[in-house]
């Protein structure tokens, strides 16, 4: 796995394809605070819980100044079938190609049932208004996560 970025560390820019097929950008952020979450695969039972999660508390990390930006490497097609389905009311974004993922540190080796492949760790990042890392969450238990990260958002 490669390196995360460390809590204080200017966050690493990137460029991605969206759900709406639009792209999405760190500098569309600027001057705000922003929640990337990292999943592994969208409309699977812990992703879902976890988007779910993250867009019934839209509106209090907005009025914390946040916005919330979820991650991972399906294609767009898949990413707005996800949204549509579960009715989420956060942004998507896909980076198919992992360079985002390897520069985030969650793209790395995983093992499920004695098999090992590549993926997407699940991690959240707490990117403050001047465009650093604020706070990594490196390993995400689903329930509960959601609420920390805006407890954290709203103190930043």
Do not use: N
């Not at 990337?36 to 839209?58: M, V």
């Not at 956060?90 to 540190?105: K, N, P, S, V």
């Not at 969650?106 to 699940?122: C, F, N, Q």
């Amino acid at each position: 796995m490669a390196a995360k970025p460390a809590e204080g560390s200017p966050a690493p820019h990137f460029r991605l394809p969206r759900d709406d097929g639009g792209e999405v950008s760190l500098a569309d952020f600027a001057g705000r605070k922003l929640v990337l979450y990292f999943y592994p695969k969208a409309d699977t039972s812990g992703c879902t819980r976890e988007a779910q999660a993250f867009s019934a508390l839209k509106a209090k990390f907005a009025a914390a100044g946040a916005d919330i930006l979820g991650i991972s490497a399906d294609p767009v097609k898949k990413l707005d079938a996800f949204k549509a389905k579960h009715r989420l009311a956060i942004q998507l974004a896909t980076d198919e190609t992992h360079h985002m993922l390897e520069a985030y540190g969650v793209w790395g080796e995983k093992s499920m049932y004695g098999r090992t492949y590549m993926g997407i760790m699940r991690a959240t990042f707490l990117i403050g208004s001047d465009g650093r890392v604020a706070r990594i969450w490196p390993k995400v238990k689903i329930e509960g996560h959601a609420e920390e990260v805006l407890a954290a958002a709203k103190a930043l």
